[in-house]
């Protein structure tokens, strides 16, 4: 089974604080994406990659930044948090190639920004 | 934008109805995907169909694809009280096309409840 993890289900940082989530996928895939979710708005695209060393912009990048030094793990980094940037962040993979294949999802880290 | 809109937003039903869920979308697609959410969680896939594609099946799920409409609608037959969930629709969305990780866009979901 493939498996995406993300190093924390909830966080609380300050404003103002450096916040690093990281995300591993043990599946060799070559694609990787991170989302955030808020209600009402459903889920919205930061940034995805495409392969080590890779990346771009989704629909939302203002405020965040990504790194990927490996093909397993995608970070994202709020450089300097937010209480907007509170919400909840979902990273994902999948093979490269197509859309048709199906992105698979880590569990979500929920962040609280106060 | 959202490239997908679910519909309704939120549905409510009895054990053992079937659920019905509707997409709706803008710009041509080369498949569409449906994702479940538990609470809390990350989301689970369900069933990708094809442009080209008109009904699928997967155990008690159909989905059936109106390229002429841009609609898609997601059935749940004889639903159970773990099919408690919102569930999403997801295009793929060309703006997101970057050396060959295609990004999907996501619609904001129907939350369904099963009454037991």
């Known amino acids: 089974d493939v498996k995406v993890t993300q190093s924390s289900r909830y966080l609380v940082k300050r404003t103002g604080e450096k916040v690093f989530l990281e995300c591993v996928q043990d599946m060799d895939h070559e694609n990787m994406f991170w989302y955030r979710q808020d209600p009402g708005l459903g889920l919205r695209l930061i940034y995805f990659s495409y392969d080590v060393k890779m990346k771009e912009k989704g629909d939302i990048p203002e405020g965040y930044s990504v790194s990927r030094e490996k093909k397993e793990r995608f970070s994202l980094i709020l450089e300097s948090a937010s209480t907007n940037q509170t919400s909840m962040y979902l990273c994902a993979s999948k093979i490269a190639g197509a859309t048709a294949y199906e992105q698979y999802f880590g569990p979500g880290t929920r962040l609280t920004v106060t | 934008s959202q490239q997908g809109e679910e519909d309704p937003q939120a549905l409510s039903i009895q054990e053992g109805e079937n659920a019905t869920m509707n997409c709706s979308y803008k710009t041509s697609i080369n498949n569409l995907q449906w994702y479940r959410q538990n609470s809390g969680r990350g989301l689970v896939h369900l069933i990708l169909?094809?442009?080209?594609?008109r009904e699928k099946h997967s155990g008690r799920l159909r989905v059936t694809l109106d390229t002429s409409k841009k609609s898609s609608s997601l059935l749940i037959t004889a639903s159970r009280a773990a099919d408690t969930a919102s569930y999403f629709c997801?295009?793929?969305?060309?703006?997101?096309?970057?050396?060959?990780?295609?990004?999907?866009?996501f619609g904001k979901g129907t939350h369904l409840i099963i009454q037991p």
């Open positions: 169909i094809r442009s080209n594609e």
């Open positions: 997801a295009t793929d969305a060309n703006m997101y096309s970057g050396g060959g990780a295609d990004g999907l866009t």
